[in-house]
């Protein structure tokens, strides 16, 4: 009987440590999750501005010398896609749901596909699914280490552009939609064509003023689109983010409700042991007593 409540009184014990750690992660998880939410706010805003300003851009000056020589670039090379994973566990079905939709997104399309993958654990679940990635980004641990992952995939992708071996870039990424709950979505970043520029010009302007463009028209357009470039990636690797912390806090919240209910059938079995335990003590008192009594008499 002792054995057997010891073995208890460790196994609760253990149920509680584990607890804490959860705990701990629960607040991490959810403490990140405002940080990303907030970025992908921010970001917004400033997203619609720039495309209001290629909107304007193109209406006035219609397709700039960058666009024209994308556009005259034949269809020849691979499709490459950027697909956002991540680096740790304990986040469900994050890594699987977005590398299924890639796997199976690619597949449709007409080209082969070239992919680099941020996350070593979305990269092993791509290589199961018979699509290995050409290159490995790590995950951002905070808002301030996205920049340096944008500029990375900007520079990867614009060598392959350059040397014809890739003619698009899609992105793929998890998106937040309410609560822990995420979708994966595909967004074509490359090449900047005749359709994304007829998609920008035909943007309805919000107010009854019309736009005009300061300075030389190229020149402004260069710069817009290098922004509306790295907001793309950024929104994309911060909505990422946030839906990683949400599926890992959702993932710690059915751990926490397990542990509890785990920690609630042993300490009601120790009870009932540990009763039993002293009832029979009591049976041995009180039969003692009985026959020490009868043989007084």
Known sequence: MSDTTASLRRKIGGAGDLQSVVRTMKAVAASSIGQYEKSVRALADYYRTVELGLSACFRESGPAPLIAKRK???????????????????????????????????AALPAKSVVWAVGERVHARLADAGLPPIGLFAVPNSVKAITPLVGQILVESEMHLSQGEVTELHLFYNRPTSGAVYAPVNQRLLPLDETWRSKMAELPWPTGNLPEVMGGGTATLRALIREYLFVSLFRACAESLASENGSRLAAMQRADKNIDESLEDLNRTFHRLRQSGIDEELFDVVSGFEALSGEEK
């Open 72 to 106: 005259r670039q034949t269809a020849v090379g691979a499709i490459g896609a950027v697909v956002f994973g991540s680096d740790q566990g304990l986040v469900g079905q994050f890594n699987d749901l977005v590398a299924d939709y890639a796997v199976k997104t690619l």
